[in-house]
């Protein structure tokens, strides 16, 4: 019974703090949406457009922003969070999206394979506040049509001394990450190429790297390149539903509270063996959401850099179409 009594508890105190974010025209779910706290904090809404906020969880927090593909910011003061949220479509926007017929001509399959390695010390660790992007190039002017993504993932043996062995019991994980893809914008990442939601659920089931069907989205690869992002949304259930997670772990020390940003799993695992510095990053809750490129000069307290591994090895697969 008192088993029974906690567990009704915690259901009401959960059902009361979860709030629903929704298209203002549609009224439907606005799944994945970011609700940023202002000061370096944040969380993300899963699939059904909900998440948990209360003031007694983030008693600091006065303010929630609060933004998603294709919709307007929405900024509000966290004593008005209600149980559903309307976000109002950014017509301009999508406006802009390029709709194309179905291309029925011949075309050849290319490849950029990705980098793999599974070396722990060579790894960026996955925080639900970073965003990483990756430059591709556009090599000649046919028309190519982006198919599939590789993304290069580590993965961790339960036995540390066994960690050399491939078939090493490897720990196990259920993650969610969010992918887009930006049009070049003078170097950096600009406008979606798609404002659709584009997730996937990885294990350590799926090896090594984590191939992402996107022939579906019909992703046309721009003159002047693009940029592929991946960025971690937390851990999930069994099912694939994104779980509660906390951005930070508390660690008292003299007297203070000090937040530590934790780090998700898998590992992402970079390499030294491109040349260009094609990567780039973001922090989505902190510094102006703004990027920068991963490179010394902008970046010193990096190990990876440090190490010299400056690139996240992303692979792609497109169609190249041939000439009418």
Same mark, same amino acid.
């Given at each position: 019974?008192?088993?029974?009594?906690?567990?009704?508890?915690? +259901?009401?105190?959960?059902?009361?703090?979860?709030t629903?974010?929704? #298209?203002?025209? *549609?009224?439907?779910?606005?799944?994945?949406?970011?609700?940023?706290?202002?000061n370096?904090?944040?969380?993300?809404?899963?699939?059904?457009?909900?998440?948990?906020? *209360?003031?007694?969880i983030y008693?600091?927090?006065d303010?929630?922003?609060?933004?998603?593909?294709?919709f307007?910011?929405?900024?509000?003061?966290?004593? *008005?969070?209600? #149980?559903?949220?309307?976000?109002?479509?950014f017509?301009?926007?999508?406006?802009?999206?390029?709709?194309r017929?179905?291309?029925?001509?011949?075309?050849?399959?290319?490849?950029?394979?990705?980098?793999?390695?599974?070396d722990?010390?060579? +790894?960026?660790?996955?925080?639900?506040?970073?965003?990483?992007?990756?430059?591709?190039?556009?090599?000649? *002017?046919?028309l190519?049509?982006?198919?599939?993504?590789?993304?290069?993932?580590?993965?961790?043996?339960? #036995?540390?001394?066994?960690?050399?062995?491939?078939?090493?019991?490897?720990?196990?994980?259920?993650?969610?990450?969010?992918?887009?893809?930006?049009?070049?914008?003078n170097?950096?990442?600009?406008k979606p190429?798609?404002?659709?939601?584009?997730?996937?659920?990885?294990?350590?089931?799926d090896?090594?790297?984590?191939?992402m069907?996107?022939?579906?989205?019909?992703?046309?690869?721009? #003159?002047?390149?693009?940029?592929v992002?991946l960025?971690?949304?937390g851990?999930?259930?069994d099912?694939?539903k994104?779980?509660?997670?906390?951005k930070?772990?508390?660690?008292?020390?003299?007297?203070?509270?000090?937040?530590?940003p934790?780090?998700?799993?898998?590992?992402?695992?970079?390499t030294?063996?491109?040349p260009?510095?094609?990567?780039?990053?973001?922090?989505?809750?902190?510094?102006h959401?703004?990027?920068?490129?991963?490179?010394k000069?902008?970046?010193?307290?990096?190990?990876?850099?440090?190490a010299g591994?400056n690139?996240?090895?992303?692979?792609?697969?497109?169609?190249?179409?041939?000439?009418e």
């Amino acid at each position: 019974m008192f088993k029974q009594s906690i567990l009704l508890f915690f +259901c009401s105190i959960t059902s009361f703090a979860q709030t629903i974010i929704i #298209d203002s025209q *549609t009224k439907h779910p606005v799944s994945y949406a970011t609700i940023s706290f202002g000061n370096g904090q944040g969380v993300f809404a899963d699939d059904e457009g909900m998440f948990v906020f *209360t003031k007694k969880i983030y008693p600091d927090i006065d303010s929630l922003f609060i933004s998603a593909l294709g919709f307007k910011d929405l900024h509000i003061s966290s004593e *008005t969070v209600s #149980d559903t949220l309307q976000l109002q479509p950014f017509i301009d926007e999508l406006d802009e999206v390029v709709v194309r017929a179905k291309i029925d001509r011949k075309y050849k399959e290319e490849t950029i394979k990705p980098y793999l390695d599974d070396d722990y010390y060579a +790894c960026w660790l996955p925080t639900i506040e970073s965003e990483i992007a990756v430059y591709f190039k556009n090599p000649d *002017t046919k028309l190519k049509k982006l198919t599939e993504i590789q993304f290069p993932i580590a993965l961790e043996s339960v #036995d540390w001394e066994k960690r050399h062995k491939a078939n090493a019991e490897k720990k196990p994980f259920s993650t969610l990450f969010k992918v887009k893809v930006y049009l070049n914008n003078n170097g950096f990442p600009g406008k979606p190429l798609s404002y659709e939601n584009m997730v996937f659920r990885v294990t350590e089931k799926d090896g090594d790297a984590y191939a992402m069907d996107v022939s579906a989205y019909d992703i046309y690869i721009p #003159d002047s390149g693009f940029f592929v992002s991946l960025q971690v949304l937390g851990y999930t259930d069994d099912s694939g539903k994104l779980l509660p997670n906390k951005k930070y772990k508390e660690i008292k020390s003299r007297g203070q509270t000090v937040k530590i940003p934790t780090n998700f799993r898998p590992l992402l695992p970079f390499t030294n063996e491109i040349p260009e510095n094609n990567t780039y990053i973001k922090r989505v809750f902190v510094n102006h959401n703004q990027w920068i490129q991963f490179k010394k000069e902008n970046i010193n307290d990096s190990s990876l850099l440090k190490a010299g591994l400056n690139n996240y090895g992303i692979g792609i697969s497109y169609k190249a179409f041939k000439d009418e």
